[in-house]
């Protein structure tokens, strides 16, 4: 069965600078996609970015990227230039892509992520 | 935008009592899920559905059940609650789509109280 593990419940950044959130997974298959969920304090969750695993280039958007390497089955958050608004807890997400596989989302445990003003 | 409405935001039920969580999509999306969340053990899959009447038990599906009659809207029913009930669920949905990176939509969430 597939894992996903997040192992800082929580991180602080000041405004302006650079964070990183770690994400490891576990999974014998090879074809799969790897989200991040925002979920802002007492609102919805929203997704942040995603990636395709036959995808080698990783995935950007704005001031949010991931470093993805598939042989060591990690998937991490960089947010550049903090902001107030990224306070929130972040999950990582797992999902098959195969016909054969489940389409089942697989999540973390959460990341608090605080932003220090 | 897709719209998932969760019927309540705040609700309040006393130890056996059967109640029922409402959600709602606007985006004829096939799949639909619902799930438990819990600080430190993140979100949990109670039961999910691919189809009209068609569901598939979670991780942790003891002690819930399920209506889906109508494509847009999937009920989750906690038969006789009880006090470990307590939590915030997730209703959320998505495409059946399995080549394409989809993700999931979620509702604001109902944070459960059983007393």
């Known amino acids: 069965a597939q894992t996903v593990t997040q192992s800082q419940p929580e991180m602080s950044v000041q405004e302006a600078e650079t964070v990183t959130l770690s994400c490891t997974y576990d999974t014998s298959e090879s074809d799969y996609y790897l989200f991040w969920y925002k979920q802002p304090p007492s609102r919805q969750m929203i997704l942040v970015i995603r990636q395709e695993a036959y995808k080698q280039q990783n995935a950007t958007e704005n001031r949010f990227s991931v470093n993805f390497q598939k042989a060591a089955k990690s998937f991490s958050l960089k947010i550049s230039d903090s902001q107030l608004g990224d306070a929130a807890m972040y999950f990582c997400?797992?999902?098959?892509?195969?016909?054969?596989?489940?389409?089942?989302?697989?999540f973390g445990t959460g990341t608090r992520l605080k932003v220090l003003a | 935008d897709v719209k998932v409405t969760q019927s309540s935001r705040y609700l309040v039920k006393r130890t056996g009592e059967k109640v029922f969580l409402e959600c709602v999509q606007d985006?004829?999306?096939?799949?639909m899920f619902w799930y438990r969340q819990d600080p430190g053990l993140g979100l949990r899959l109670i039961y999910f559905s691919y189809d009209v009447k068609m569901k598939e038990k979670g991780d942790i599906p003891e002690g819930y059940s399920v209506s889906r009659e109508k494509k847009e809207r999937f009920s989750l029913i906690l038969e006789s609650a009880s006090t470990n009930q307590t939590s915030m669920y997730l209703c959320?949905?998505?495409?059946?789509?399995?080549?394409?990176?989809?993700?999931?939509?979620f509702g604001d969430g109902t944070r459960l109280s059983i007393l």
């Open positions: 985006m004829d999306h096939e799949n």
């Open positions: 959320a949905s998505g495409l059946a789509r399995r080549s394409v990176a989809q993700p999931q939509h």
């Open positions: 997400a797992y999902r098959s892509a195969g016909t054969s596989g489940t389409y089942k989302y697989i």
